[in-house]
């Protein structure tokens, strides 16, 4: 008896001493000519789609991504959301990794240590645009929290006849290039009728001193808005049988668009937010970021088609799909909304005000939306739209120690050059982000422009600052800050290695609003001051402008300049090492 017990008990730990089971795939990114929109167009599809298929794991396994470039330009595979190792995330210049150069092949190997809703993309110059993006789902190795009878990727995109590389030309040489809906003398009429023709007069000359555009709620137009890589004409169908819980596992792949998302005819049970499993919240419709993830759960109780609904903010269209009993079953298409204008409080003209509010939130459907257009979603009464306020954490979190330094992170931009910048300064101009590994930080965000930007931060979560409890603070990758406004979230630094710090919209990265961040255990010297030696400074230390920078967007002169906040090293940039080769690499 003895004898069998011991061989059980070593079989366990021979067991338990082997690699976990790799699930593996292999990728082929190639240029070919597709036809989505009636017009033959080169882009980039991985094995043969726009977008690439869909990868699913088990958490706890080890993935094995072969992935090669059968392009004759550098090519990466950024893996979005993902907990793993630094040279394993996918972008040039960052932890050593090169990119795939043409006719190589990279192997990607990394545990799955995370479960829920991800995506994969390119980070490399304009490839995302250009179709080289695809989904991820992991499921969790014990049970999952969330049940379904049926579970469906529902991927959003938006496509464009140009190349990636014409677009930023166009912006480069005038970022009104696709402002194509634009207020016409009838607009100002309207105006002047509704709020008398004095205000209607000066608002209107407001807008032509500053030489902006209150229609400016998205930087490119023309664009097929795809789900699943169908266009609203071939409507991608969810098959359900009525009664059955449906998963719908939304994601933002798309450059530049972000979106109200709706099923008219059904409440959504929103139970994952950027892979992270959240506590239910009931709502009729959600806004939607660039990069941004949400499982939503539907309960469709009639034998009939409903029509997920997917609006750009700027009301170009619909990516539109359905959810149906039988194939070839249509819902009703809703009305377009309303185009909002924008006001002047999302030109941070209230902005001071928001700087004196605590760290409540100010998320994107929140904070000061009787005053600004870009938050006026056109939600009809007594629908309920998405906070990040209404999120919590489902569980406990780990860490809810008080944060030990704050880190101020303004996004501005110069329209007339288009050039977006964080603090001030372009990525090749900047230098990294210095972290404490293990140390517990607040990202107080500064939106110092008439644009929201979905800030991500690769190779860990943030906390929302949402006002839930400490340990209900619910985890995203991915954070709207909304024009003129303020938002803060915490971090633990406990991922080693660069971590990549950008807005999600692809031409504000590539035009400069992105940075680095280090975690590392730095030397005793680097470390630095926290946040009570930092307020002991504040007292004598007078606030200086930053070089560069413009508040509003092309208006020189308008700083919102803040008195002891720290930069956005939080020391003095001649203590920063010197950057390395590819440091600055441009994606």
Not at 41 to 64: H, M, Y
Not at 232 to 261: C, H
Not at 439 to 458: C, E, I, Q, S, Y
Not at 491 to 516: R, V, Y
Request: net charge negative; proline share 7%; aromatic share 8%.
């Amino acid at each position: 008896m003895r004898i069998f017990s011991t061989a059980i008990v070593a079989a366990l730990i021979l067991c338990s001493a082997l690699p976990a089971r790799a699930e593996e795939y292999s990728l082929t990114i190639t240029r070919e000519t597709v036809n989505i929109t009636g017009h033959p167009v080169r882009k980039i599809t991985i094995n043969g789609t726009i977008p690439g298929p869909t990868l699913r794991f088990t958490e706890g396994e080890d993935a094995v991504i072969h992935v090669t470039n059968a392009m004759d330009e550098d090519t990466s595979v950024h893996w979005h959301g993902m907990i793993l190792p630094g040279a394993m995330e996918g972008v040039p210049g960052f932890n050593g990794f090169p990119g795939i150069k043409p006719g190589e092949t990279f192997t990607y190997r990394f545990p799955l240590r995370q479960s829920g809703t991800y995506w994969y993309h390119a980070h490399s110059m304009g490839q995302e645009q250009d179709g080289h993006y695809g989904s991820i789902v992991i499921t969790p190795k014990g049970k999952d929290p969330v049940r379904a009878d049926r579970d469906y990727v529902v991927l959003l995109s938006d496509f464009h006849d140009e190349d990636s590389g014409d677009i930023i030309a166009n912006l480069k040489m005038s970022s009104e290039y696709y402002q194509y809906a634009r207020r016409t003398i009838g607009d100002f009429f309207d105006s002047a009728r509704a709020d008398g023709f004095g205000k209607a007069w000066e608002n209107a000359k407001m807008w032509g001193e500053m030489r902006m555009l209150p229609t400016d709620l998205s930087d490119v137009s023309g664009y097929t808005f795809l789900v699943n890589g169908r266009t609203p004409e071939q409507s991608w169908t969810g098959i359900f049988k009525p009664g059955e819980r449906v998963r719908l596992r939304f994601i933002n792949a798309s450059a530049m668009s972000i979106y109200d998302v709706r099923i008219p005819g059904l409440k959504m049970s929103v139970v994952q937010a950027d892979g992270q499993d959240v506590e239910p919240v009931a709502v009729d419709e959600f806004r939607f970021g660039v990069a941004e993830t949400y499982d939503v759960i539907v309960t469709p109780p009639e034998d009939e088609a409903y029509t997920i609904a997917a609006e750009p903010i700027d009301r170009t269209g619909f990516a539109l799909a359905t959810l149906a009993p039988r194939e070839g079953m249509k819902g009703p298409v809703p009305q377009p909304r309303p185009r909002t204008l924008l006001t002047m409080a999302d030109m941070g003209m209230g902005h001071m005000d928001h700087m004196n509010m605590d760290h409540m939130d100010h998320g994107p459907m929140d904070h000061a939306a009787m005053e600004s257009g870009w938050a006026q979603a056109g939600t009809p009464p007594g629908d309920k739209a998405l906070s990040y306020a209404d999120l919590r954490y489902y569980g406990t979190q780990k860490d809810t120690r008080d944060p030990q330094r704050e880190i101020l992170v303004r996004l501005g931009g110069n329209m007339e050059r288009y050039i977006w910048t964080i603090n001030g300064r372009k990525f090749e101009d900047s230098g990294p982000i210095n972290l404490e590994y293990g140390g517990r930080v607040r990202l107080k965000f500064v939106n110092d422009t008439m644009m929201a930007h979905p800030m991500h931060l690769h190779g860990m979560f943030v906390q929302l600052e949402n006002g839930q409890p400490a340990e209900k603070l619910p985890n995203k990758h991915t954070v709207i800050v909304p024009p003129g406004q303020s938002y803060s979230v915490l971090l633990t630094a406990d991922e080693p290695g660069e971590w990549a710090f950008h807005c999600h919209l692809l031409f504000h990265m590539i035009s400069g609003m992105m940075n680095k961040v280090v975690v590392a255990q730095l030397p005793p010297g680097a470390v630095p001051p926290s946040m009570k030696q930092d307020k002991q400074k504040q007292k004598t230390k007078q606030s200086s402008p930053h070089e560069g920078h413009t508040m509003p967007m092309n208006h020189e002169g308008m700083h919102h300049d803040m008195p002891g906040m720290e930069d956005m090293n939080g020391m003095d940039h001649s203590s920063m090492p010197t950057p390395q080769n590819g440091e600055h690499h441009a994606h």
